[in-house]
């Protein structure tokens, strides 16, 4: 397992510059989105609670969240972009290693195997693992920090009302949990019915291309 892990998380070391700053950009863009809540509740809750309300607090305030949806724009753009730039970067590399291991293996695999299984492997495969290796690290990061910062900011308000709050949190896991597995099964029960029905409807057209065929090789005959 160790072997795995230290052979997945090699794809990486190539491109350290680009990770860090894709994950820091991660990191603001998720701090950013916890700011929002409180910047509004401040003014509606205190500012515009006043007897005399203070509109340059609301201008300051104002622009400063302005900035900050500036800000996050530019981070996720870095996420968007310049992220996906590297998982294609991670994509070749896996491709090109990919390939040169297909080179060494010997006839008798390319016999025994489906030459579109082994494309598959090189187009498909490939293509969503390095959406988990660009996609992955990030939103693990972006919900570890809305997690505790929600946390820490519900608690601020009312301690209470949070511990209930998450306190569901489990039975939500739980119920995503057990039917996600029934959907897999189920997804797996329905793909071999379309299986299934493919390779009926490919005897089924075998059969009328046949008819057809010796429905002409008759008429031939028959008109000689």
């Not at 896996?94 to 010997?106: A, I, P, V």
């Not at 920090?145 to 949070?162: E, W």
Request: charged share 20%; with cysteine; glycine share 4%.
């Amino acid at each position: 397992m160790k072997g795995r892990w230290k052979k997945f998380l090699s794809y990486y070391t190539n491109y350290k510059v680009l990770f860090f700053k894709d994950m820091f950009c991660a990191m603001i863009s998720a701090a950013i989105t916890l700011v929002y809540p409180m910047l509004t509740r401040y003014i509606t809750g205190t500012i515009l609670n006043q007897p005399k309300i203070d509109y340059s607090k609301i201008y300051l305030l104002g622009l400063f969240m302005l900035c900050l949806i500036v800000v996050e724009y530019f981070c996720n753009y870095f996420i968007g972009y310049l992220g996906h730039v590297m998982g294609v970067y991670m994509e070749r590399d896996l491709r090109n290693e990919l390939f040169s291991h297909y080179q060494k293996l010997s006839f008798r695999f390319y016999d025994e195997q489906n030459t579109g299984q082994l494309m598959s492997r090189l187009t498909n495969d490939l293509f969503s693992l390095t959406e988990l290796y660009h996609h992955g690290p990030e939103d693990i990061v972006i919900s570890i920090i809305k997690f505790i910062g929600a946390f820490i900011l519900l608690s601020y308000i009312n301690v209470k009302l949070t511990l209930i709050l998450f306190a569901i949190l489990p039975f939500m896991f739980l119920f995503a949990w057990y039917y996600n597995k029934k959907m897999k099964k189920a997804f797996k029960r329905n793909l071999k019915e379309i299986k299934r029905e493919l390779v009926i409807s490919m005897n089924v057209l075998k059969t009328i291309y046949q008819e057809f065929v010796l429905l002409k090789v008759l008429r031939m005959k028959i008109k000689s």
